[in-house]
């Protein structure tokens, strides 16, 4: 009799726990949709709705925090306090991505997305103004490297974001970067990190103008021209990416006859 009731309230919990499980597979699958639409707002209320009815959930947790990067991102300048909704936005992303290491600190997912928002708060303050958090960008990109998991995407993003923050410190000279504790930023190591993050993503026109940028401070035209042309014959697949190929096209004929 005893195993008769144990087994019907097992059959009771897995049940339940399996419907949960969908019921939270559809919010972020329906989540995902409208952030691939590019409607960021949609996108942050049905993950906000999914933080109301499964809490402390990781998976939840650091997609509100890419949500509230691209809203703070695309934000019209001409609101009242334009600056400190823009910086707030970068906060509560950076809140949500913390929140999701300390749940998952095993995961790569939630280290690239806590570094993204704090790079956002460093570019915002002024990069040499802050150079602890430009500290936590780069340990929490080697840190999701090391793990080495969430696949090529994470991983991409992980080399990418080292990349550019190797790219942005190292334009400061050296001696001067090195006073504050950035001395170890330098262009040869984020010219190694993007093709790492183009290796792991193919295709994607933001690694191949940033990456194309880096070499033409080293005077590299000719790989730089071969990058830029590989941005022009990508798919757009970012809500930026026409702002980033007028911007590469406009590359291509400042260099062209270098």
């Not at 936005?89 to 993204?116: Q, S």
Request: hydrophobic fraction near 45%; charged fraction near 30%; include cysteine.
């Amino acid at each position: 009799m005893k195993n008769l009731i144990y087994g019907i309230l097992f059959l009771i919990i897995s049940t339940t726990l399996f419907a949960q499980e969908a019921q939270l597979d559809s919010l972020l699958a329906l989540g995902d949709k409208y952030y691939s639409g590019f409607n960021n707002k949609a996108a942050l209320e049905i993950y906000q709705k999914a933080d109301k009815l499964f809490p402390d959930n990781w998976q939840v947790l650091w997609r509100i925090s890419r949500a509230y990067i691209d809203i703070g991102e695309h934000l019209d300048e001409n609101i009242e306090n334009f600056e400190d909704e823009q910086l707030k936005m970068y906060k509560m992303a950076l809140d949500y991505a913390d929140r999701a290491v300390k749940l998952a600190p095993n995961e790569a997912m939630p280290y690239v997305r806590r570094a993204i928002a704090n790079g956002r708060i460093a570019l915002f303050k002024g990069v040499f103004s802050v150079a602890s958090i430009v500290d936590a960008v780069r340990d929490d990109c080697r840190k999701a490297i090391e793990l080495s998991n969430g696949g090529n995407i994470v991983q991409s993003l992980a080399h990418y974001v080292l990349a550019r923050t190797h790219a942005r410190v190292s334009q400061k000279w050296a001696p001067a970067r090195a006073v504050i504790g950035l001395g170890w930023a330098d262009l040869d190591s984020a010219l190694v990190h993007y093709e790492k993050a183009i290796k792991l993503r193919p295709g994607f026109i933001m690694y191949y103008l940033d990456y194309a940028k880096a070499l033409i401070r080293e005077d590299e035209y000719e790989k730089a021209r071969e990058m830029l042309n590989k941005a022009l014959a990508s798919k757009k697949q970012d809500e930026d990416d026409h702002i980033r190929l007028a911007e590469v096209k406009k590359l291509l004929d400042e260099i062209k006859d270098e």
